[in-house]
């Protein structure tokens, strides 16, 4: 049954895996220039979010974290990691007695962090000595955005999802406990995702 108007009520959550792919061609092409390695623009991640269904309107939270990635030029390491999250709203566009249409808004925020690193050989007392061999590098702002998503329950509660969105991200300044920066320089990291994920959960009308 086709339903575009009458209320549905329920919730459900879910866990899954995606790709986000993060618009970081700035920060490449500064960290290259410096000697390092490219950075490449698409982040594996893990995905999981909850949702109250009220009269068709979605409300909840959602969060997701980037694996992290290793990049190497000669004696050069980078290690970096994206992540963010944060509330997220919506509306029941379209239904059937198992499948869901809904657009939703994401408000929250968003996490960067960057490990450069240089291999060297030295031996204990040198590294003692001498400690400072890498640098962890972090930020973070406002991200919002919107998404659209398609949830069908297979079995019972059981149900999959495909969710596909974009995040705008608001620049912002590297920080490292270990080091005071100056001449420092912003980067944002608007992204788009897509993710599939297992849920459960269930709806009424």
Known sequence: MLNFIISSYGGFG???????FINNKELSDYISSKGYSQLKSYNLSKTGYGYFI??????????FNGFSSTYQNSNKFIKTKF????????????????FLIY???????????????????????????????????????????????LTYFVYGGLNVSINFGYNWTLSSEFSSESVQITNNKMFSFNNFYINIALGIGGFTK
Not at 54 to 63: S, V
Not at 83 to 98: A, E, H, L, P, Q
Not at 111 to 128: C, F, N
């Open 14 to 20: 879910a866990y899954g895996i995606g790709v986000n």
């Open 54 to 63: 009220f009269k068709n309107f979605i409300i909840g939270g959602i969060g």
């Open 83 to 98: 992540s963010g999250g944060g509330f997220s709203f919506g509306y029941i566009i379209f239904s059937t007695n198992y």
């Open 103 to 149: 657009p939703t808004i994401l408000l929250g925020g968003y996490g960067y962090t960057m490990k450069l690193y240089e291999k060297t050989t030295d031996s204990l007392s040198g590294v003692i000595d001498e400690p400072k061999r890498e640098v962890e590098l972090s930020t973070g702002n406002f991200m919002f955005g919107p998404s659209i998503n």
